[in-house]
């Protein structure tokens, strides 16, 4: 299985045990990946589940090239429990990389925000050039779930999104803050074996303000440290991600 092309497709596209694949899919199979006809890859629904596929040509020949479904397969790759990134937006196009590699680890859903020194404003194109990025890098590290990138919010916004979820005492809130002695996010995260879900936030260059940090503690989250030296705003969600998955990782058991 390892050695076949996987392609995420939208849950919409299947009708039975067939695919109908888009015009851009159809270049991707046939000219990126140089599949042709009868051979097999592998379709992912970016909800969960793959199959093992046949390419097939449609006898109608109107819609070009379909997939037909021959085999679930049954894979776990996903971390245990939901994990949610509220980014500060980067300057430039760094917020790609985060996409990329927050995939790459295992995020569940990433929230992008506004805060008091973000720098930039999203167009309204950059989701779609996101959710892409997602896609690509969910197959290509054997994903299940393609992450969901929501619409850019202000900070505020975001807080109150996850306001209400502090009624379960199990789900946890992070807010990654450089300077200062805070708590190690390692230590917190191996002082609470019974996670559900967590919520991780980091800033923008500029780090957040005092008042964005007061908000986000009145809303349950925890300020957190991530190690004594200054990271960037594009490497502090990484770091952070890579703590939270191999803890998951560790206690629960890989693969199990
Ligand atoms: N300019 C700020 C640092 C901003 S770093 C300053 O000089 O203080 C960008 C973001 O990365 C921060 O808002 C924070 O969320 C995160 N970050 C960077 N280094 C960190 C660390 N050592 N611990 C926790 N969070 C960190």
């Excluded at 300020?223 to 191999?246: C, E, F, N, Q």
Aim: glycine share 6%; aromatic share 6%.
């Amino acid at each position: 299985m390892a050695d076949l092309q996987r392609l995420a497709i939208a849950s919409h596209q299947i009708n039975r045990e067939k695919v109908f694949l888009t015009v851009e899919q159809d270049h991707y199979l046939r000219r990126v990946l140089r599949l042709e006809v009868g051979e097999k890859f592998i379709v992912m629904d970016g909800e969960g589940k793959w199959w093992l596929a046949k390419l097939t040509l449609d006898i109608s020949g109107k819609t070009g090239l379909t997939a037909v479904l021959e085999q679930e397969i049954l894979i776990q790759n996903e971390l245990p429990i939901k994990v949610i990134l509220i980014c500060a937006l980067p300057k430039g196009n760094n917020f790609d990389e985060v996409v990329r590699q927050s995939t790459e680890l295992g995020v569940t859903q990433i929230l992008p925000v506004i805060s008091s020194r973000t720098l930039l404003q999203p167009s309204p194109q950059k989701l779609k050039r996101w959710h892409k990025i997602a896609t690509e890098a969910a197959e290509q590290s054997e994903r299940q779930v393609v992450p969901k990138i929501r619409e850019t919010v202000e900070y505020s916004v975001a807080l109150s999104l996850f306001e209400n979820e502090n009624l379960s005492t199990n789900y946890h809130k992070y807010i990654c803050v450089a300077r200062n002695s805070y708590p190690l996010l390692l230590e917190s995260l191996l002082d609470n074996s019974k996670l559900e879900s967590i919520v991780i936030a980091t800033g923008p260059e500029g780090g957040w303000t005092d008042g964005e940090i007061e908000a986000a503690i009145a809303t349950g989250f925890q300020v957190v440290s991530l190690g004594k030296r200054i990271l960037r705003a594009v490497t502090a969600p990484i770091v952070a991600l890579s703590l939270v998955a191999a803890i998951l990782e560790r206690s629960r058991g890989v693969g199990e």
